[in-house]
């Protein structure tokens, strides 16, 4: 049986590089894939979250290119960085083109962000088949460009991209394990727990606005266990919330742990990434969203809203969190957990037996 080389591009935040783990994560359970896998090779940007994430797989390589951004609005200094940000793409193409060649890649699958662009040009020049998945309801610049000589494309909200199969998103298949851990949550089961989960990307203002709400929502507050998930770029703020004891937080948890809080959490507070309101929907986790004005968050947290009945606050109108919170506690019950993995893994399957079919 021939083997593959498979190559991922993705870059930066973490709903971004997360849905690359996942796949590679389930990839690992499964014995018929990983039969037909020679080497598995990450493309990314270095010192990025992706050369972290890709690190903690051994038959994982990560291959660093250049890459530049393109900005979109016009200043003199945007002008200036996207003039040197060009020679910094024509760079990425030609690594990529090296690149390719050498590791032997059979096929590569497009995440998204500018990382992903001079390595899916590359691999199109190269006449290497190209596998996009857009997890948002609106595709970015890269996947809407590379979508377009994509073998295959693949979309979570309907009709995103032309010609694309409509699938789950890309979530970690370790998010439903049953491995409690009893020492991790010590909460007090009496209480409702609300869970503020936003990643690094713009997670300051909902801190800084929870930490002012703590004392004057006391009514509220005094009836929640609160777990906040900080993330590895705020952990300064685990200071401001230590004085709280109905406040626990968290500096990183993996897939395994997070799955494990899904379970116990009644509301969550989160933006409007597109990953995580799908790993709260899962769990039929009740959703106060405030998007980030960027990118397609607002898109994705009306799209909840119409659909899932989770409340959207604005980020100028970000003092009307906890009342959010307080509406859902109020009116609101928390879903059912399914009970099996077909959602889940959806995605998963079609993916790969695509990039397989595909090689």
Not at 133 to 150: C, M, T, Y
Not at 220 to 229: A, C, D, H, R, S
Request: charged share 20%; with cysteine.
């Amino acid at each position: 049986m021939k083997k593959f080389n498979i190559a991922f591009a993705g870059w930066g935040t973490g709903w971004h590089v997360t849905p690359i783990s996942s796949l590679i994560e389930y990839a690992h359970t499964q014995s018929d894939i990983m039969g037909q896998i020679w080497w598995l090779f990450w493309f990314g940007s270095r010192g990025q979250l992706e050369e972290t994430f890709a690190y903690n797989f051994p038959d994982v390589h990560f291959v660093p290119i250049k890459s530049g951004k393109m900005r979109r609005y016009w200043t003199v200094r945007s002008t200036l960085k996207n003039l040197r940000d060009v020679a910094y793409f024509n760079a990425g193409y030609i690594q990529s083109l090296y690149l390719l060649k050498q590791h032997k890649i059979d096929v590569l699958f497009c995440k998204w962000w500018y990382v992903a662009l001079p390595v899916s040009f590359a691999a199109a020049t190269l006449r290497i088949p190209i596998i996009v998945h857009e997890s948002d309801s609106h595709p970015g610049l890269v996947n809407k460009l590379v979508s377009k000589f994509a073998k295959k494309n693949f979309d979570w909200f309907p009709s995103v991209l032309k010609n694309s199969s409509h699938v789950g998103q890309i979530l970690s298949p370790n998010l439903m394990k049953n491995n409690w851990d009893i020492d991790l949550f010590t909460l007090d089961g009496n209480k409702k727990t609300l869970l503020v989960i936003c990643w690094s990307q713009g997670s300051k203002a909902v801190f800084e606005e929870i930490r002012k709400q703590l004392d004057t929502w006391w009514q509220v507050v005094k009836e929640l266990n609160i777990v906040i998930i900080l993330w590895l770029l705020n952990k300064k703020y685990k200071k401001t919330f230590d004085p709280y004891i109905q406040v626990t937080t968290f500096d990183f948890l993996d897939s395994n742990q997070l799955g494990e809080l899904y379970r116990i959490t009644d509301v969550a507070i989160t933006r409007g990434s597109a990953t995580t309101l799908a790993e709260l929907e899962m769990f039929g986790i009740p959703k106060v969203i405030v998007p980030l004005s960027s990118h397609d968050q607002p898109l994705n947290a009306a799209w909840y809203r119409a659909n899932k009945w989770d409340i959207v606050v604005a980020q100028n109108n970000i003092s009307e969190i906890l009342s959010g919170v307080q509406h859902h506690l109020e009116h609101l019950k928390k879903k059912n957990l399914r009970d099996n993995d077909t959602l889940l893994l959806e995605s998963h399957k079609a993916i790969w037996g695509t990039l397989i079919e595909k090689s």
